[in-house]
């Protein structure tokens, strides 16, 4: 049971280059999320899908794309990456609304 | 204003000494709280949620107080293994709203 998992853990991007993050959890939890951490700002969600082929906004999604396809799996796209998307992404999943969170390892997003 | 507000610390203990900290939270209509622990560049984990009649795990003890609109934890015998980030997270509806985290650090 290896609870949520991102790849890739770190990578660089040069400005206007594009990318995929993968969040994969075995849970079967119903509900996803993607959060940026940067310093002194907390974790703030960029979208989450509360099932299956559902998404929505969180409070910071320019520039940002997802999709949940499949249950387990939830990805977030950077169409053109710019610097002030550096930062650590956090994919979470729970099995309910206001239920607890399960993180994944983050990923480390760099952008020159 | 932010919705979930935390003094940043660094708090800085020794090892057996008791520390504590508070939360605010901003919206009223709040409706759950945890408070959870980040290690240095690893993922937040549940340290423990927090109930309107307080409750402890061990030697954690949290409270909530709705009506001044705060939550606080308490770590009593502080241990080495309890230097870390602390996030207060109130949810609303779908939202989790993260505190941008209190540093303990326990010194030997």
């Known amino acids: 049971n290896a609870g949520v998992t991102q790849t890739p853990k770190f990578r660089v991007l040069k400005t206007g280059q594009s990318m995929t993050l993968l969040c994969a959890q075995d849970?079967?939890?119903?509900?996803m999320y993607w959060y940026r951490q940067d310093p002194g700002m907390g974790l703030r969600l960029i979208h989450y899908?509360?099932?299956?082929?559902?998404?929505a906004k969180g409070e910071v999604p320019d520039g940002y794309n997802v999709s949940r396809l499949k249950k387990q799996n939830f990805l977030l796209g950077l169409e053109s990456a710019a610097p002030s998307q550096t930062s650590v992404y956090f994919c979470?999943?729970?099995?309910?609304?206001?239920?607890?969170?399960?993180f994944g390892p983050g990923t480390r997003l760099l952008v020159l | 204003r932010k919705e979930v507000e935390q003094d940043p610390g660094p708090f800085n203990v020794p090892e057996g000494a008791t520390v504590a900290f508070n939360c605010t939270y901003s919206?009223?209509?709040?409706?759950?709280f945890f408070w959870y622990r980040q290690d240095c560049r690893k993922e937040p984990k549940l340290l423990m949620s927090?109930?309107?009649s307080g409750n402890e795990d061990g030697r954690f003890t949290a409270q909530l107080n709705r009506a001044s609109q705060y939550i606080s934890l308490l770590i009593r015998d502080s241990k080495l293994s309890d230097s870390a980030t602390y996030l207060c997270v109130v949810t609303r509806g779908y939202k989790l709203s993260f505190g941008a985290g209190t540093t303990v650090t326990v010194r030997a």
């Open positions: 927090v109930y309107s």
């Open positions: 979470a999943s729970s099995p309910v609304q206001q239920e607890t969170q399960y």
């Open positions: 919206n009223s209509a709040s409706q759950s």
């Open positions: 849970m079967n939890h119903e509900y």
């Open positions: 899908s509360v099932g299956e082929g559902t998404t």
